[in-house]
């Protein structure tokens, strides 16, 4: 069982995302037939929605979750996930914002395609969409925004081909089309999706696993502040860690908490340290964040295996490792050193 400490006044629903009359209306139901598009609170649609490795218990969950007026919902606004621009499709409008849909399968869908064995029933999420390879954030140093994500990421990619989308829309909104499958729609709006024009990686002999997109304007969002001199990377300290796992829609995992510093070969072992936060493939290039300062301090480049088969039932569940006695975690590039890097 993971270590939580009360460090924000947060009160956490167990059983989803809040049902409750939010301020565009009230909670709408998934068999209601939906005329053209409507602009609904992020939590009425996640509310609609059917419902890496993990350490003690699954710490993944949904901004709207958190009933802390709208602090986690804001934080997850400077996140973003990268998609294909093949998945891209313009669908409609709503009032003057052009609208488009973000094609993918489910999380299941996904892993048997890949995998050609199911999901076992019990893993969570299985039945939400699952569009992002990857994830990238936004960062604010002295008042200059940047987008951070992992180097491999992008490795071998073509610009035309990668397309940054902020899920969490900047004034909490999201759209719903007529007929929609809930289960596999993410529809957003043009001011949500940034083209990539620049990438600048690390070239030198520390040949650092980070990269820093340049896009075609300047994200709305306010960016996350930023641990500049690394001195809350220490172990014990408890982390946020804030992306999209196995390509999901934006989740949180407040449960995590540094286990070392430094354990790298001696060439470039200053600028990693491991973590017990609940990270998947797709988690690559999420921001780790100080619970208590809730500032960036390190990047998420890789972990641990993130499944295991169930031979009795004949599919497949997300591996859960004991966070006290694991030799290995989750491991991420200090954000200091990616400043020093980029000279921001």
């Not at 940034?194 to 075609?216: Q, R």
């Not at 989740?251 to 998947?280: C, M, Q, W």
Request: include cysteine; hydrophobic fraction near 35%; charge should be negative.
């Amino acid at each position: 069982m993971k270590k939580w400490m009360i460090a924000l006044p947060l009160f956490i629903f167990y059983l989803g995302c809040s049902q409750k009359e939010a301020a565009t209306g009230s909670y709408i139901l998934p068999e209601t037939v939906l005329k053209n598009f409507q602009s609904l609170d992020y939590c009425q649609v996640q509310g609609q929605r059917f419902q890496k490795a993990i350490y003690g218990k699954d710490g993944r969950m949904n901004p709207c979750q958190f009933t802390d007026g709208g602090k986690m919902l804001g934080l997850s606004s400077n996140v973003a996930m990268l998609v294909n621009t093949s998945q891209v499709e313009k669908v409609g409008a709503f009032e003057n914002q052009t609208l488009y849909k973000i094609n993918s399968q489910t999380y299941g869908e996904f892993f048997e395609s890949q995998m050609k064995e199911p999901l076992c029933d019990s893993v969570t999420f299985k039945n939400e969409p699952a569009p992002a390879f990857c994830s990238a954030f936004l960062i604010n140093t002295n008042g200059k925004k940047s987008i951070l994500t992992a180097g491999h990421c992008i490795k071998g990619r073509k610009l035309e081909d990668i397309k940054i989308v902020f899920s969490v829309h900047k004034e909490g909104m999201s759209f719903i089309p007529e007929d929609s499958e809930l289960e596999k729609e993410m529809v957003v709006s043009e001011s949500q999706i940034f083209k990539v024009t620049n990438i600048k990686t690390d070239t030198s002999l520390n040949n650092l696993d980070i990269a820093l997109l340049e896009l075609d304007r300047e994200v709305e969002a306010e960016g996350f502040a930023v641990n500049e001199t690394g001195d809350l990377i220490r172990e014990g300290q408890d982390m946020i860690l804030i992306g999209h796992p196995v390509g999901l829609e934006i989740k949180l995992d407040l449960g995590g908490e540094i286990k070392s510093v430094n354990k790298e070969s001696p060439t470039n072992r200053k600028h990693y340290f491991e973590a017990s936060v609940d990270a998947f493939s797709g988690n690559s290039g999420s921001p780790l964040l100080d619970l208590q300062t809730q500032e960036v301090v390190g990047i998420l480049i890789s972990g641990n295996g993130d499944f295991k088969k169930d031979w009795f039932k004949g599919c497949y569940e997300e591996k859960k490792y004991s966070e006290y006695y694991s030799s290995e975690y989750e491991r991420a590039l200090r954000i200091d050193s990616a400043l020093e890097l980029f000279s921001l």
